[in-house]
């Protein structure tokens, strides 16, 4: 296929097109910096000012781009697209008359990274003991652990930022750190770690005694940013507005932002949407719940960098009754082992099962009330069938106990609202509705509320 196209003014058409189907923020920083170059047969060459950019649209816009490009031209191009710090535009005396985006996104590659430590930055203030090496892979974690050490073998190449998620105890911290450490330790790069706790304390601090250019300086200045426990931003305005440019001014000078939250982004309440959307322009990881064989691999790795000597049969007690955090689990390990030596006792498992009757007991309460369990209980209430309450029929029979069901879900269980709507075939727009509709309806219906109620007190039973 020949196709002859004048392509800027295919370009100007298909940027148009993008604009309408993409959030400003994503349009500015990304599309707008795209500048057309050439076309050959079925085949189209844009450029872009970084390797950066190339590979983020390749990832993430590709399709999207030659849609619009179909869509004008009414055939399909092939699109690639070419590192060119020229200003093409300018060159070729097109203008767009829109912003010029080129200030906030530099022309300049990002530098190449040093491989010989430098260690003329100070030193982090990092836990030790949290490396990639004492981190125990496992498959609740080792998608998480695959995207920090590709952070960290190339901050802001692979992942920018990376988001990392998870509940507490699950090794956000340990991983996080790891990332700064190896950062450190072999390419002596300028890592800042601080929790979002002080992050707002010290901004508050240096409000008081006027001193915000210095504590500016020091977090704009890192090469790689690490901020833990982000959803304490939730809420705090003024402390969004500060962290906006500090994210945009290492974001646009290539430096790595890693983040750790209790939950994705979206979930976090009351944060500005432009952070949100930030936060979700690199990758999101989860951190989920370790099954028995990590949580024993983590006992054994653990009982070695303290030079115990624990009964495997013990090692094993504990990891099938601890599962829900992993600070608890070398908790209790440390708890039974400090028993052993401090009383000089060869340790039984009634021994054991006594020390550990309160953790355990929290744990059970803490238990996580599977999705399924919800589903099935009140299918089992309302006398209907369980595929009825995960299938697609719509009789206010079903739409009732089903909504019901996505409200427990959401009130009984930490799921995010994407995971309730997968287990409901369903998106997470239809379990907000869900869960809206029940929260207005229990306000006003008593019988209503008797029935959840029961539900509720039938599922505290089960765990
Ligand atoms: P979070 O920040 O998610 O609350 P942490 O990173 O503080 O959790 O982890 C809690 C404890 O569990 C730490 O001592 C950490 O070293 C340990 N830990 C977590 N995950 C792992 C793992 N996969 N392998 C080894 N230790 C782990
Ligand atoms: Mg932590």
Redesign the pocket.
């Known amino acids: 296929m020949e196709a002859k196209i004048d392509l800027p003014e295919v370009w100007k058409k298909a940027r148009l097109l993008l604009k309408e189907q993409l959030t400003e923020d994503i349009f500015n920083r990304w599309i707008s910096v795209i500048q057309p170059i050439s076309n050959k047969k079925d085949n189209i060459t844009l450029s872009v000012a970084n390797d950066y950019y190339q590979d983020w649209l390749e990832e993430n816009y590709l399709p999207l781009i030659q849609n619009a490009i179909a869509s004008v031209t009414g055939e399909q191009f092939s699109v690639c697209f070419e590192v060119n710090s020229i200003d093409p535009a300018s060159a070729a005396g097109i203008d767009y008359a829109e912003p010029d985006f080129s200030e906030k996104n530099p022309i300049n590659p990002p530098p190449p990274i040093e491989k010989v430590p430098k260690k003329k930055n100070l030193k982090p203030i990092l836990n030790h ?2 490396s990639f090496n ?5 498959p609740s ?1 080792n998608f998480a652990h695959a995207a920090c050490l590709a952070v960290s073998e190339s901050p802001a190449r692979a992942y920018n930022p990376l988001f990392i998620y ?1 509940g ?8 996080m750190q790891s990332i700064g450490n190896y950062a450190y330790e072999s390419q002596g790069m300028n890592v800042c770690y601080v929790s979002s706790e002080e992050f707002i304390n010290q901004y508050i601090d240096a409000l008081q005694r006027r001193q915000l250019v210095q504590f500016r300086n020091k977090y704009r200045k890192a090469d790689v940013l690490l901020i ?1 426990d982000i959803q304490f931003l939730s809420s705090k305005e003024q402390m969004q507005e500060e962290f906006f440019h500090t994210f945009n001014t290492l974001f646009d000078s290539h430096k790595q932002i890693v983040l ?1 939250s209790d939950r994705p982004a979206a979930e976090i309440p009351d944060l500005e949407q432009r952070l949100v959307s930030r936060f979700e322009w690199g990758l999101s990881v989860e ?1 989920e719940q ?1 099954n028995v064989e ?1 949580r024993i691999a ?1 006992l054994r ?1 653990k009982e070695e960098e303290l030079n115990l000597s624990i009964d495997p049969l013990i090692i094993n007690y504990i990891a099938e009754n601890i599962r829900s955090n ?2 608890k689990l ?1 908790g209790a390990l440390i708890r039974v082992s400090s028993f052993a030596s401090l009383t000089g006792t060869d340790l039984d498992l009634p021994t054991v099962e006594n020390l550990l009757s309160d953790a355990i007991d929290q744990e059970k309460q803490n238990t996580i009330l599977t999705m399924e369990d919800i589903q099935r209980l009140v299918a089992d209430y309302y006398d209907i069938r369980y595929t009825d309450i995960v299938g697609k029929r719509k009789p206010a029979s079903i739409a009732m106990p089903r909504q019901v069901a996505m409200y427990l879900c959401r009130d009984m269980t930490s799921y995010s609202l994407p995971a309730i709507g997968e287990a409901f075939g369903k998106n997470h727009a239809t379990v907000l509705y869900a869960v809206r509709v029940v929260e207005s309806r229990l306000k006003e219906e008593s019988s209503l509320r008797q029935e959840v109620n029961s539900i509720r007190q039938k599922l505290a039973k089960r765990v």
């Open positions: 003991r949290y004492s981190f125990i892979v496992g974690n998870g507490v105890g699950l090794g956000k911290t340990h991983l833990d750790t951190l370790p990590t983590i790795n992993i600070r070398e």
